[in-house]
């Protein structure tokens, strides 16, 4: 097996969202428009709000990608146009298959809204193949609880929400190969995690500092280490060689290699499709949300 180099450390950038939160913002950026099959990746948080203060994402629509909301802290409550609505709480994970279009609503729980609260987490936008864009929107939920968390290593947690650690694999199934890990390293220790051939890969740093890669890239807190694709099997190498714990995301997955098209809250493979989305928007196909 190979061992990944570094090919690119992107920095994030501040992006106003929703109602009026910031979020930190590794791609899409001038520096890096995506890293197929992953459209966006957004850091929001931590904040801490006073009562009153809290803002989100109200009413939006979306159509041809996946959204997965992943919380650290805080409680984020949601509904659609298709009825569902629930709650997503420290450590959990929601899976959003928008499909064919639904109309979605994303904000503070009702207590972080009247009381305040801190709010931390992140949303990451997977495409979907040309031939499931239009499939019927579904959810997967997943409290904390039910999400496998290993310890390969002594000093090295692993945290699988997609794909496969460490021979542990992920309850939540996906339209592509596609791996989503969240590694707490103690100070000192070091790690190597597989790659599936093709894959693309990256590492987005939240907490501490780290060196990956066989030429020990350093990547700092708001800081996404981009690695080669190989033809085979290979690994990815990294170590703690901060003060603190060092915690991170490492993504990975099979490029589609389609054409993509995108505006907004729609993601497809030609313009002629991202009007449609519109016409089929405005004209209330998508539904709309009507219960409190």
Avoid: C
Avoid at 49 to 69: D, L
Avoid at 99 to 109: A, K, L, R, T
Avoid at 135 to 155: F, H, L, M, N
Avoid at 200 to 220: I, L, N
Wanted: proline share 7%; glycine share 10%; no cysteine.
């Amino acid at each position: 097996m190979t061992t990944r180099t570094v090919r690119q450390v992107v920095n994030t950038v501040i992006q106003k969202e929703g109602a009026g939160f910031y979020v930190r913002r590794p791609m899409p950026t001038r520096s890096l428009d995506n890293v197929d099959p992953f459209l966006m990746l957004d850091h929001f948080g931590p904040t801490t709000y006073r009562p009153g203060e809290a803002k989100g994402a109200p009413n939006h629509p979306h159509r041809g990608f996946e959204t997965v909301s992943y919380i650290l802290e805080g409680t984020m409550q949601h509904k659609d146009s298709v009825g569902n609505s629930g709650l997503i709480g420290p450590g959990d994970v929601q899976w959003m298959t928008a499909g064919s279009g639904i109309v979605h609503d994303e904000m503070p729980s009702d207590e972080i809204m009247k009381n305040g609260g801190t709010m931390e987490g992140f949303q990451l936008w997977v495409n979907l193949p040309k031939k499931h864009k239009m499939i019927k929107p579904k959810y997967q939920e997943k409290k904390a609880s039910e999400i496998p968390v290993i310890t390969p290593s002594e000093g090295v947690k692993v945290k699988v929400i997609a794909g496969t650690s460490n021979s542990t694999t992920a309850i939540i199934t996906t339209h592509t190969p596609i791996m989503y890990l969240h590694f707490t390293l103690d100070v000192g220790k070091q790690f190597t995690q597989a790659i599936p051939a093709e894959f693309v890969s990256f590492a987005y740093v939240f907490r501490g500092v780290g060196k990956f890669g066989p030429q020990h890239r350093e990547t700092k807190e708001g800081q996404m280490a981009v690695f080669e694709v190989g033809s085979d099997e290979g690994v990815v190498e990294f170590e703690n060689t901060g003060t603190k714990p060092l915690e991170f995301l490492l993504l990975g997955g099979k490029p589609l290699n389609e054409p993509i098209a995108r505006h907004g809250p729609f993601v497809m493979n030609t313009q002629d499709e991202i009007q449609q989305a519109f016409m089929d928007y405005y004209s209330g196909r998508f539904g709309k949300i009507n219960f409190e």
